[in-house]
């Protein structure tokens, strides 16, 4: 690689905002691949302050430190504190889960490395020096990279160029210390009369003689909501108090010993994403660019990530911008993902409150996989012991991994906690399903799930979202579907097969999906209804809002169509109240704007869905099931809370729903949902605490280990699984293939038994050496 210079040919010219761990590293990194280089660092505050004590890095963080930098990998690694063990302290308890490698060091310490670096390059530090503004520092350096952290005053004076968006969140904490080292990264729960507060510790000094810490040295975190904090005091308490309270709520964990300070203040952790990272010769590095939650002990990671990344791109760019646009692009994903675990673990942290009444182990499993970067079949690598104990409290039989344990709804026991999700297919001719769906549901009934779900199934043609939309308005139709039942009955014995029942509403008379989404038919539209006159797009068809009259005719339908269900061999029954269709759009304060009894607060506009809830509920056979799909988040503002989610799950439970089925958001076309990975399980986790109510978790998860996961946690009940099953029909076979189970939780077709074991691939493995000959 050749060292990116400026267009006359001369070394870059590069200032540094913010003498932190990323700015430094950056630094060295920049002048040791080109001495030529001109490099200053500006820092306001003195080489000594900093704020916090311990530094987490990852062994793949330190390996490509050490490929980079030798010399700053050597000193560091003098210095790490290196430990493997978890323990988690519930109500008395303490549960260790052992084989998770941290490595540890105090951050004043690693500055000091840095510095040294940085001085022996001939690097320029300028410490407690007033830094100039951005557009001075712009004009004489070729670069300038704005390392200056969380309150980047650099992204701050070009707001509107980096596109700044933080977020606040619920907790405050504050970073002590104390002067003997933990034995294992420590998380301790403490339930006062306040409410429900949390440490957070970890080592990061070895016990050594002649050492400024003798006796070892930890980091200590205490974390609470802020309703919590204000109800305690904390507020009003200064510096000194505040440490004496904290070491006096913890004193069995700190061993009766002080706590101390280091500029220590009570805040709220802000999440900071940034829509770019670079603006003309100015980019954003380290907390500047994007925060991720401290209890994933990414801040420092990803600096110094960024910090790799950044110079090997201008290495490998032949212009500045190119390189600045790489670095971006390189990064940006991965920051994403870092981001989405470390929301996953700040949120449950928030809502800690929830899960205190789980047994300790699964509370301790709980912990240890909120983030979903630890994962159940991970966990298992790292601590067997630990998660076959977990998974024994949890009543699985040895062997039988939590998917495939039963779980009960009423009459109807599934053999295991799979379904394959409702999947529109658009693929009926007249409302009739066909060949289509007798081979698709057919084959997902094979497959192994325990539960397998129809598309959504209207009560009317006028409640159709497109022509090719599968019904249960006529007796035609009734029968195709008990082929299909029949089929899933005789076939695939175990396998339960329900039916989803809706009415589009007014995302109604519309596309086939692959013709064109939500887009109105360009011939042969029907008329739509709605609870408001609102349409869903800008193009879409205006909804008229329903009278009483036609409210009690589509009730009406609903209960017809229950009976044609009940018919036709159904197992199971779901009204669909999410996504933005009919009874969805009573629910949500976005698209419902009636001023009549059927609007307005949460109260009346749940009262026509529990309508249609009871009429179908007394028409359904009381033995089988009835589950309710919400839409727990619209995504977008001033729509539906998780509070409201929680209350409406609260109000269908009350009146005979045995699960909620949680999804979110197609409600309104202007949402911004934030995807992710199991982006949705949050809402039924919430749902399921708050309530005791049964719950369906669906949404992106995509895995086996995931869906053990989830279940083993306590997050759910059941895992429902679209686009994999689209995938591989036989999802669940090989899941249960691939974790080598057999047992009741799954049942092979006799035709298709001989393929119950993974197909053997070529050997891929090499003779290992087992002696060493000598010359």
């Not at 987490?56 to 700053?72: K, R």
């Not at 306040?194 to 930890?218: E, F, I, K, W």
């Not at 699984?721 to 999802?731: G, V």
Request: net charge negative; glycine share 8%.
């Amino acid at each position: 690689m050749t060292a990116l210079r400026t267009e006359a040919g001369r070394p870059l010219r590069v200032a540094v905002i913010g003498g932190g761990p990323g700015g430094l590293y950056t630094a060295a990194l920049l002048k040791r691949l080109d001495p030529a280089r001109e490099i200053t660092v500006w820092e306001r505050n003195a080489p000594d302050d900093t704020f916090g004590f311990g530094v987490v890095l990852s062994d793949e963080t330190l390996g490509g430190i050490e490929h980079a930098d030798p010399v700053v990998h050597a000193a560091l690694k003098d210095e790490f504190v290196r430990w493997d063990d978890i323990d988690i302290v519930h109500r008395g308890t303490c549960h260790t889960s052992g084989g998770h490698g941290f490595a540890a060091l105090g951050r004043r310490r690693l500055l000091q490395i840095l510095h040294e670096r940085c001085r022996s390059l001939g690097i320029d530090l300028r410490f407690r020096a007033e830094v100039p503004h951005p557009a001075r520092l712009m004009a004489e350096y070729d670069l300038v990279i704005a390392a200056d952290g969380v309150h980047s005053a650099a992204r701050e004076a070009y707001a509107e160029e980096f596109g700044p968006s933080i977020e606040e969140h619920r907790c405050r904490y504050i970073w002590l210390a104390a002067d003997f080292a933990f034995d294992a990264f420590r998380f301790e729960i403490a339930e006062t009369e306040h409410g429900v507060m949390q440490l957070h510790g970890y080592p990061y000094a070895r016990p050594s003689a002649g050492a400024d810490t003798p006796t070892g040295a930890s980091t200590v975190i205490i974390e609470m909501r802020e309703e919590v904090w204000r109800a305690a005091g904390f507020a009003e308490l200064d510096t000194a108090e505040t440490i004496e309270r904290c070491a006096k709520l913890f004193a069995d964990a700190l061993q009766g010993r002080p706590l101390r300070s280091n500029n220590s203040a009570w805040t709220a952790f802000r999440t900071v994403v940034n829509a770019r990272w670079s603006y003309d010769n100015l980019v954003l590095l380290g907390d500047a660019a994007h925060t991720a939650h401290f209890s994933i002990g990414s801040g420092t990671k990803l600096a110094v990530e960024d910090a790799l990344a950044l110079v090997a791109c201008l290495e490998e760019h032949p212009s500045l911008r190119a390189a600045l646009t790489a670095y971006e692009e390189e990064r940006r994903p991965v920051v994403a993902s870092t981001q989405r675990a470390a929301r996953a673990s700040l949120e449950w942290f928030e809502n800690l409150a929830l899960y205190l009444d789980q047994p300790a182990r699964q509370f301790a499993f709980n912990l240890l996989t909120r983030s979903r970067r630890v994962t159940h079949d991970n966990l298992r690598l790292r601590d067997a012991r630990f998660t076959e104990a977990v998974e024994r409290d949890f009543g699985c039989p040895p062997g039988t991994p939590p998917m495939f344990t039963p779980f009960r709804l009423r009459g109807l026991t599934l053999r295991n906690r799979v379904v394959v999700s409702p999947m529109d297919m658009y693929s009926a001719r007249d409302g009739v399903p066909g060949d289509f769906h007798l081979v698709h549901l057919g084959a997902r009934a094979l497959g192994g799930a325990a539960l397998v779900m129809t598309e959504m199934v209207c009560v009317s043609p006028e409640g159709r979202i497109t022509p090719g939309c599968a019904g249960l308005y006529t007796g035609r139709q009734a029968e195709a579907w008990r082929r299909i039942t029949d089929f899933a009955h005789a076939q695939a014995p175990g396998t339960a097969i329900g039916v989803q029942l809706g009415h589009s509403g007014r995302k109604g008379s519309t596309k086939l999906m692959w013709e064109g989404m939500d887009e109105p038919l360009p011939r042969g539209n029907w008329p739509l209804v709605a609870a408001s006159p609102l349409p869903y797009k800008p193009d879409s068809q205006t909804p008229r809002e329903l009278t009483r009259a036609q409210l009690t005719d589509i009730r009406e339908q609903f209960t017809a169509a229950t009976h044609r269900a009940a018919r036709a061999g159904f197992d199971l029954l779901e009204l669909h109240c999410a996504h933005g269709y009919l009874l969805s759009g009573f629910l949500s304060p976005l698209t419902n704007r009636r001023t009549d009894a059927y609007g307005g607060t949460l109260t009346k506009r749940l009262r026509f869905p529990l309508e249609v809830f009871d009429a179908v509920r007394a028409m359904w056979p009381e033995e089988k099931p009835m589950t309710v799909r919400i839409s727990a988040s619209d995504w977008a503002e001033g729509g539906t809370t998780a509070e409201e989610a929680v209350e409406i799950a609260r109000a269908f439970a009350a009146h005979g729903a045995d699960a909620i089925d949680v999804s979110t958001g197609q409600v309104v076309a202007e949402e911004r949902p934030a995807f992710g990975r199991s982006y949705q399980t949050p809402f039924a986790d919430r749902i399921r605490h708050e309530t005791g109510i049964p719950v369906i978790a669906v949404g992106a998860i995509s895995s086996w280990d995931d869906v053990n996961s989830l279940i083993l946690a306590g997050r759910t009940d059941l895992c429902a699984l679209a686009r994999p099953h689209l995938y591989d029909p036989h999802w669940t076979l090989h899941a249960a293939a691939e974790q080598g189970y057999s047992g009741p939780g799954v049942q092979w077709p006799a035709p298709y038994r001989a393929g119950s074991r993974r197909p053997q691939t070529g050997r891929t493995d090499a003779p290992k050496p087992r002696l060493t000959l000598g010359s």
